[in-house]
């Protein structure tokens, strides 16, 4: 069923991506492939492959981001446009950290509105001149994408606000989310214009394109793609609030990497990951992987860095030099702290001066001497709360000001203009300590470019102590991105005022040979691990994230954002019924392997009983003696037995294969290699007092295992308490006869040589002794259990127990990573399956009537 999320957006459902608005110029650089468009699904959705390479086989990476590294200004006749790079643009910089040979293809929208009769020609010379491809949003789809959706929903979410009421943030508005979704869509068709999927490299940036992976997923399965988050990723407590939830994550997980700044943001996703779609996540060789469909996607963890040659550039301008000894002079026998933010309402410029103005009320000595120098960017967002917000500080600083202010000295210097980076830097070099108190941010560089301005370049004397040596301080929230990094600051709460006042003051007052150590150790991090160092380490991981695209076959299922690309072994494909039918047909000595949960039954039926169909094709194929066929169940033999006892020539091997009965008029065999279930009263106490402990848990109890149950469980608490619950029975039953494993919640406990993939051999090493070795061997099951018997047919037949011209049809259930070679989508097509094996059954001889 198609989710409300998705029931306006047709065009996505469909899977075709017409382009929106008039046809337009295609630009140069298209896709050069010869491609193969298949069917993948009843989405029909056309993903592109191709076995021959480009012809054109270029490194190129495509940035994809919300807007291109460009400035743009109207000519002064007022006739076209001018172009420029924007130096202070992230984006630019990551090249510097990409091999010297690699192409950069900048995808994005302008900061500016081009007229559609000028968007062809605007085109045209961004991509000549710039190699950038501009994306054009119509002004209805901008507004809700950005200032609405993106800013006004997912910036407040992403940052721990929530919309508690209609006066308290904006509630969320599906007309927002479908603009979102548009947007997205317009920049996935300008990525298709230029992509040589083969051979390039995507890397999408930011929040505000967040679905863009499914949309060139769908398009090109093996495309090469990494996305990296430059917000804070919350805890699953608030993202869960977001009425699109899964269908971000899914989205999302159609990248092949996934980065973050840091381990804390990391650990929000997976964790979302984990109770919303039930992921689980591995660490291998300090890598952190997602295993979904078949597909490893990469977890990167590492902070952004500042561009260190800009800054040092930026150091030896005359007009810094001159705008330094302006300010020192302004601020001569002063003592500045610095604060450089966005006005926004997560950047705790409030927090920030009220702490200021407890510092002077407890520490009276630097009333007259240490002044506050606030610089507030202009707001990126607008909105009723930003409004209040600069209204209170404004209000606040008014009031201290008026307050501390004496003859020749200003508390708090409020500068809220745009500041360049050329006097930026010249407050970083005159500042003695800089504070950020924002109460949640993604990275937040401005301590980098402060540790790179009071370090000065080789020969400067400009941030020197009296003995020569260069210093710094910090006092940063414990909430922002770059706050792990920098272990020589001043950790604070920034909630709390009283706190933040006295780091304040300790920033100041520490002696010059502390603060010039902690600098030290600042600057070799901040040199070291530049924005080249952190896309270098990107680019390598997302190469290494990508490396096995070209060597698995890959599927595309799901409609819409519930698109995922299944990657398989190439020998992986579903079962021909026509082909296993003309091969059973053949066969003289038949083995038919069939799990029940799963394969014959659906595991989300409530009710376990078979139904009268199912019923009749078993014994149908049990009827025909040329075959052999056996359920092999976790399941208890009682429920087994009674549940099938139409069925006479069925074979059963209940719980897991413990018990064995090759039909019905035989008596059980006990399979195990132990009957001695004394450690039952040893395991039972430990799972009880888990159960006790996790509501929702619970056990059950068989003849030969006992099994602990979380399924119900709070996701993360059930995953937690299993794993200690594991750590704790194999300790207690470390000298008995068992075996302790885990499974899909469950945690369970069985005699020692018990298994499915047993069962499997005893089955096929019992028809070859009595002169009917298998010639066909159908094996079908659905979950981890039934590998055991994919596993030992391979076995069997190196063995000698089955031929090597045996017709084997190991099966699994559904399209994922498996040991078989063959699958089946559902139990449905299960049972349409052997049905047709039915129908080809010889039935057994009609008794002769005597006369």
């Known amino acids: 069923m198609m989710s409300k999320s998705y029931t306006n957006l047709l065009d996505l459902a469909s899977g075709n991506f017409p382009a929106m608005g008039r046809e337009k110029k295609r630009l140069p650089r298209v896709m050069t492939v010869t491609g193969v468009i298949s069917e993948l699904d009843d989405d029909q959705a056309n993903s592109v492959t191709s076995d021959v390479p480009s012809s054109i086989i270029v490194d190129r990476i495509i ?249 040092e550039t930026v150091l030896q301008l005359a007009d810094r030099e001159w705008r330094v000894e302006e300010l020192k002079q302004q601020f001569e026998g002063k003592t500045v702290l610095l604060g450089v933010d966005d006005m926004d309402i997560f950047k705790g410029v409030d927090l920030k001066v009220l702490a200021f103005e407890e510092m002077l009320k407890q520490h009276p000595k630097w009333q007259g001497r240490a002044v506050l120098v606030q610089i507030a960017n202009p707001a990126r967002g607008k909105g009723k709360d930003l409004e209040e917000i600069e209204e209170e500080i404004k209000t606040s600083i008014k009031r201290i000001n008026d307050k501390f202010r004496q003859p020749g000295y200003e508390p708090i210097v409020f500068i809220d203009r745009p500041v360049s980076l050329s006097e930026r830097t010249a407050y970083y070099t005159v500042a003695e300590c800089v504070v950020v108190t924002a109460v949640r941010d993604g990275m937040n560089l401005t301590p980098y470019e402060y540790i790179v301005c009071r370090q000065g370049i080789p020969g400067s004397d400009c941030t020197t102590e009296s003995n020569g040596l260069k210093s710094s301080m910090l006092v940063v929230s414990e909430f922002i991105g770059c706050s792990p990094s920098l272990s020589g600051a001043i950790r604070v709460n920034p909630w709390n005022v009283e706190e933040t006042a006295e780091a304040l003051n300790e920033a100041i007052s520490m002696a010059d040979a502390e603060k010039v150590l902690r600098h030290e150790k600042h600057y070799k991090y901040v040199s070291t691990h530049d924005v080249a160092y952190w896309s270098r380490s990107f680019f390598q991981d997302l190469e290494r994230s990508c490396k096995d695209h070209f060597r698995r076959r890959c599927w595309g299922i ?30 003289k000595n038949r083995a038919i392997l069939l799990d029940y949960d799963g394969t014959l039954m659906p595991q989300t039926t409530i009710n376990k009983v078979p139904s009268p169909e199912v019923i009749s094709i078993v014994n149908t194929l049990c009827c025909d003696e040329r075959n052999t066929v056996f359920l092999v169940s976790g399941r208890g033999r009682d429920s087994l037995g009674q549940w099938f006892s139409p069925c006479e020539k069925l074979g059963i091997a209940a719980e897991h294969g413990y018990f064995l009965r090759w039909s019905a008029d035989k008596e059980w065999e006990v399979v195990g290699q132990s009957n001695d279930f004394q450690w039952m009263q040893m395991a039972e106490p430990v799972m009880k007092q888990y159960t006790e402990a996790t509501d929702g848990s619970y056990i059950e109890t068989k003849e030969s295992a006992l099994v602990w149950h979380h399924r119900d469980a709070d996701l993360g608490f059930g995953s937690c308490q299993a794993k200690e619950m594991l750590d704790h029975l194999e300790s207690v039953l470390a000298n008995e006869p068992v075996a302790v494993k885990s499974g899909q919640f469950i945690v369970e406990v069985k005699p020692q040589g018990v298994s499915k993939g047993l069962v499997a051999e005893k089955i096929f090493s019992t028809m070859a002794e009595s002169g009917r070795q298998a010639d066909f061997v159908l094996c079908v099951g659905d979950d981890r259990s039934d590998e055991d018997m994919f596993e030992i047919i391979g076995n069997a037949i190196n063995s000698g127990i089955l031929s090597s011209s045996t017709a084997v049809y190991a099966c699994t259930v559904g399209q994922k990573p498996s040991k078989a070679k063959y699958y089946l989508d559902d139990t449905t097509e299960v049972r349409t399956m052997l049905d047709a094996l039915a129908e080809e059954s010889t039935p057994p001889p009609s008794p002769e009537i005597v006369t």
Request: aromatic share 14%; hydrophobic share 40%.
């Open 63 to 311: 940035i994809v981001a919300n807007q291109l590294p460009v400035k743009a200004k109207r000519r002064p006749d007022n006739k076209g446009w001018s172009f420029s790079w924007d130096d202070d643009s992230l984006l630019l910089h990551i090249k510097d950290g990409l091999p010297d040979d690699m192409e950069v293809i900048y995808v994005g929208s302008l900061r500016v509105e081009v007229d559609s009769s000028e968007q062809d020609d605007v085109s045209q010379l961004l991509l000549d001149r710039f190699k950038c491809v501009p994306a054009f949003l119509p002004p209805d789809i901008l507004s809700k994408y950005y200032h609405g959706f993106c800013k006004q929903h997912l910036w407040p979410l992403f940052h721990y606000m929530l919309p508690y009421s209609a006066s308290h943030g904006s509630r969320f508005d599906r007309s927002w989310w479908e603009a979102y979704v548009a947007a997205n869509k317009i920049f996935s068709q300008k990525v298709i214009e230029v992509i040589n999927p083969e051979d390039d490299f995507v890397w999408i940036h930011d929040y505000h394109l967040m679905v863009l992976p499914t949309f060139l997923r769908r398009r090109f399965n093996r495309l090469r793609m990494g996305f990296f988050l430059h917000s804070p990723f919350p805890s699953s407590e608030i993202y869960r609030t977001l009425p699109v939830r899964e269908e971000i994550l899914k989205a999302l997980l159609n990248s092949d990497l996934i980065g973050f700044h840091t381990f804390d943001y990391a650990r929000h996703f997976l964790s979302c990951c984990s109770r919303m779609l039930g992921l689980e996540y591995q660490s291998k060789r300090g890598y952190i992987g997602l295993e979904y469909y078949g597909r490893t996607v990469g977890i990167k963890i590492m902070p952004v860095g500042i561009h260190m040659g800009q800054i």
């Open 558 to 587: 799901g409609l819409s954002f519930g698109f995922r690309v299944v990657a398989l072994d190439p020998n992986f494909r579903k079962l021909s019924i026509d082909t296993i039918v003309s091969a059973y047909s053949r066969a």
